[in-house]
């Protein structure tokens, strides 16, 4: 005979087990919703959140006056600069590095190397040493691009020439190297490496440019068309593939220019677009006689790029420190 209540027992399910499914089912409802957001997760400048269909206070907006969205920004996201704050920065002299005890730096300056001459000459020093004497300094180098009296007289394939079927020179005597030339910019590139290599967290690009000054007008440039768009098209897309070399690295890209680029905005002859150059650098460098000048300058970029700091884009060059933002001395 069996046991009274035996069976009604027997069917029923233990405490344990049902707060163990009911675990397991929230596990699964997580990680299923988990799946799902991943595809509608955004990361920018403003941190990370969820861009969900329909929901309008995350969708991208970027439209003009006339309603043609996204043509005016070409948007590239790229890894954050190391260095986001306001750069003091000093010139220190290479050729003494080996004593250099970097006492010469006031509180909170950076040093600042130049790498590469503007008539070609590059560092060839002890790369160990420079190595372990920048190490956690947040040091700059400075790259002199295409003013390279050096390389564009050993191939001249690379370089800008004259019509008298010679390397051309301004007026100082130095050559210059082509920016229309994928073979100078991809050495160019190479030494970009080699100063990240090397443990710099910024690179200033220096001469950046066609020459705009001198006899210009006896520049050749072989089989390669020459126009005044194709030159800022040249300037602008090495500035990219710098940026491209860069990426992921955490260093900072910036450019220097000179202030009275501030009044005209544009040079055809050295292939300048300031607004557009400025869309493609952390910083730019421009020369500042004095406060005043650093002023007016911080004052005019910032209204070219107002997603970053005015203290922190613009880096005035002077002789000696300025108040309100960035600077480098020498």
Known sequence: MATKGYQSYRGRMPRWKKILIAVLILILIAA???????????????????????????????????????????LHIQEPAANTEELYGRTLDLASLESEDFSELQEG??????????NGTMYDGDTALLREKIAGRDAVARLSCFADTQRA????????MSVSGRA??????????????????????????QCVELGFTEIVLDDVQFPNYGR?????????????????????????AVNTELEGTGVTLSIALPSDLLETQTDETAGWDLNAIAQKVDRIYMDAAGQTEADAARTALSALRGDVDGKVFYVAETGEPVTGGSYVIG
């Not at 300056?109 to 503007?118: G, H, I, L, Q």
């Open 109 to 118: 300056e950076r040093p600042v190397f130049v790498m590469k001459a503007a």
């Open 153 to 160: 007289d050993e191939d001249n394939s690379m370089a800008i």
């Open 216 to 240: 210009v007008e006896r520049m050749t440039f072989g089989d390669q068309e020459d126009t005044p768009q194709l030159r800022v098209d040249a300037i602008l897309a090495f500035l990219d």
């Open 168 to 193: 051309w020179r301004d007026p100082d005597g130095n050559s210059w190297l082509s920016p229309y030339s994928q073979a100078a910019c991809d050495e160019l590139l190479a030494m970009v490496r």
């Open 32 to 74: 299923g919703l988990f799946l799902f957001l991943q595809d509608y997760q955004v990361f920018d400048r403003d941190g990370a959140h969820l861009n969900l269909p329909g929901v309008g206070q995350n969708q991208p907006a970027s439209s003009d006056e006339e309603g043609n969205a996204g043509n005016e920004v070409d």
